[in-house]
């Protein structure tokens, strides 16, 4: 391929994460079974898809101390290297067991399909079912 090929085909700005910043996401990622990257805290969102997402949390029935979150406003590297780890472009970003699902829209069409309880569930962020007593009935 002819250079000027080449670097059409690259984006107009490469920033590659360093390994210090790549093993400090990871661990993070890693640190919870429920870990989301967002603009502000579930308590003062500052975007409305946080704002979304931690309004599904809640629905589903996720407590706030189950949820690890990170404000991606408190740091620019964490900021522009949690999109370059995950390779998705937006915030926030939803990990379950170390694993990246998704942003607002994911979690929004996996709540009304039922996936997300599902998923929640299976990495033990939901408390269990309460039994019904007799005045419940």
Known sequence: MAPAQLLRAQPAFVR???QDARKKIESAVKSDPLVIFMKGTPQ???CGFSR???QVMEVQGVRP???KTYNCLEDEELRQGIKEYSEWPTIPQVYLNGEFIGGCDIMLSMHQSGE???ALDKAGVLDPPQPQTEAQS
């Open 16 to 18: 590659l994460l360093s």
């Open 44 to 46: 003062m969102p500052m």
């Open 52 to 54: 979304a997402v931690c």
């Open 65 to 67: 101390e189950k949820m």
């Open 116 to 118: 997300l309880e599902s």
